[in-house]
């Protein structure tokens, strides 16, 4: 049995927080700079982990209080920030849940509060078989500790899975407890670095890399 687990955001679906808010500011720059000084890492990781939106929310307020109401966005326009599926990812889905042996899971960083009404939307974040989402955990990647929740909730030995993600901490950080962990940099890079030859749904193949 081979198990691939992949990240959702940016690997999956596609989340762009800096298109909402240049519309916002007019302006690209000011867009990149608030998410990195603003809204940043820092704090989204607070939220990801299972804090309170509204309540990191009024504390980033409070903090820039002439951005109020960009901050807000993060919290009320935060599904228009998912902007559509990654390109390909459906159907490199559907070719690896087509090869006998494989099973498919999530692991993500993503608000408790947000996620639901993300997967309700976006059909592909359910074509995994099971999933653990950093919210309902209170850790976040690339803690070692997330990724041995989902090993052990569902049985799993970390060298037979391959982990995808688009952060190289978090590829790091599933290296490190055994994992085969690929940086992702899209579909077609990714079905050299699975090894899956031929294509159409279901009639792909896969060399030893996902197998062995």
């Not at 990781?45 to 299972?50: L, Q």
């Not at 049985?155 to 978090?170: R, V």
Request: with cysteine; charged share 30%; proline share 4%.
């Amino acid at each position: 049995m081979r198990n691939i687990i992949f990240d959702f955001g940016n690997v999956l679906v596609k989340w762009e927080p800096e298109r909402v808010y240049a519309r916002h500011f007019g302006d690209e720059a000011r867009a990149w700079w608030f998410m990195r000084h603003v809204c940043d890492a820092d704090w989204r990781n607070r939220i990801d982990a299972g804090e309170s939106l509204d309540g990191c929310v009024a504390e980033l307020q409070a903090l820039w209080p002439e951005y109020a109401d960009a901050v807000a966005m993060y919290r009320d326009g935060w599904m228009d920030m998912l902007t559509g599926e990654m390109p390909g990812m459906r159907e490199v889905l559907a070719d690896l849940k087509g090869m006998p042996g494989v099973r498919l899971f999530g692991l993500s960083n993503w608000s408790m509060e947000t996620f639901p009404e993300a997967r309700r939307r976006f059909p592909i974040l359910q074509e995994v078989d099971d999933y653990v989402v950093s919210g309902e955990e209170g850790l976040v990647k690339p803690d070692p500790e997330i990724f041995r929740r989902l090993l052990d909730r569902y049985g799993l030995c970390a060298e037979d899975c391959t982990f995808i993600d688009d952060s190289e901490a978090n590829v790091e950080a599933a290296r490190g407890l055994g994992m085969h962990g690929v940086l992702f940099r899209g579909a077609d890079a990714l079905r050299v670095e699975l090894g899956m030859q031929g294509g159409g749904t279901g009639s792909c193949r896969a060399t030893a890399l996902i197998f062995n």
